[in-house]
Structure formats: C-alpha cells, structure tokens
C-alpha cells in the first residue's frame, strides 16, 4: 500500500502552483563585515535543482543585521544575478533591504524579512546568497552592535529558504 508514502509528483499532472522542494539554511554565528562593496554573507546560502525550467522559486529570507554607526544595505543574488532590487538611479546604492543603521543604542539588532517568487529558467543547481554592503564602520550578523555580555543584548539568528513551486 501507497499510504503514508510521500511521493513527488509530476507536475504536468496536477497543474501549477504545487511546492515540489523546499530548502533551507539557518546562520546562528555572527558575521561582521566593514568592507564597502558588497560582500558575500558566510554561511548564508543555499542551492536548489529545480526540476523544470518552467517552475518558480519562491525566496524566503530572514536577516538579523545591524550597522554600527553607519549605512548598511543588503541584496540577494541568484548565482551572480542580483534579484529582488530596485532599480539603478544614479549613485544611489541598489538593494533588496536596509538601512540597518543603529540610530539610538548598541544593543539594537534590525530584522530584515524578504519574499520574492524568482523565476530563474533552469534544471542546473542554482545557489542563492545574501550580500551585505557596509558604507563605512562595520556591520554585524546575529548580534546587537555593541554585543556586551549581559542580558539586554542579544544573539540571533539569520535564514534564507527556497520553495520550489510548479510553473
């Protein structure tokens, strides 16, 4: 018997709109970075097969972040695309989120949440990554700016997950 046995399904059978794979990473480490370009995140990202170059991916992120007495922005990237950003406007910086600046106090850490149905147009592994730009100062992953070992500061933690949905 078939019962109680989760199978994939073909697509073409059911129509769109099914969730055939969901992927998901989850960053409990801190990560600082003070560089002024854009920056790869460490240990947030995350690779996905799709299995018809007519499905959709639907991103999912959640980024606990902030600056430290500066500017920061983030943005996502599919292989080397970035996606999910505004558009060029002279030298304004392009991003999916921020500004995570820390206005009042160090123990501040700013939630960033992001949804975004891709469309990438490949049966090829495909990863997607965070970056994080940092105008100037440094900016933190999972922890307040001034991180002092007490309990008003807190640690965090930071996801990016990927649904497969049927085109």
Same mark, same amino acid.
């Given at each position: 018997s078939? !019962?109680?046995?989760l199978k994939r399904l073909d697509a073409s059978l059911?129509?769109?709109?099914?969730?055939l794979?969901?992927?998901s990473t989850t960053k409990t480490a801190i990560f600082s970075v003070t #560089?002024?370009? =854009? +920056?790869?995140?460490?240990?947030?990202?995350v690779s996905i097969t799709p299995s018809s170059s007519s499905n959709k991916i639907l991103v999912l992120v959640n980024l606990n972040a902030v600056g430290q007495d500066n500017q920061t922005f983030w943005k996502v990237v599919r292989a080397s695309t970035d996606i999910s950003v505004g558009a060029t406007a002279g030298s304004r910086t392009v991003t999916s989120g921020g500004n995570m600046y820390n206005e #009042?106090?160090?123990?501040?850490? $700013?939630?960033?949440?992001?949804?975004?149905l891709d469309s990438p147009?490949? %049966?090829? !592994? %495909? %990863? =997607? $990554?965070i970056q994080i730009y940092s105008r100037s100062g440094a900016t933190h992953v999972n922890r307040s700016? /001034?991180?002092?070992?007490?309990?008003? =500061?807190?640690? #965090? /933690? #930071? +996801?990016?997950?990927?649904?497969e949905i049927a085109g």
């Open positions: 078939d !019962a109680g046995v059911v129509g769109g709109g099914l969730v794979q969901v992927v #560089s002024g370009s =854009y +920056t790869d995140l460490t240990g947030l990202s #009042s106090d160090g123990a501040n850490i $700013k939630n960033n949440s992001l949804n975004f147009s490949t %049966t090829s !592994a %495909t %990863t =997607y $990554k700016s /001034a991180d002092t070992d007490n309990a008003d =500061y807190g640690r #965090s /933690a #930071s +996801t990016i997950t990927l649904i």
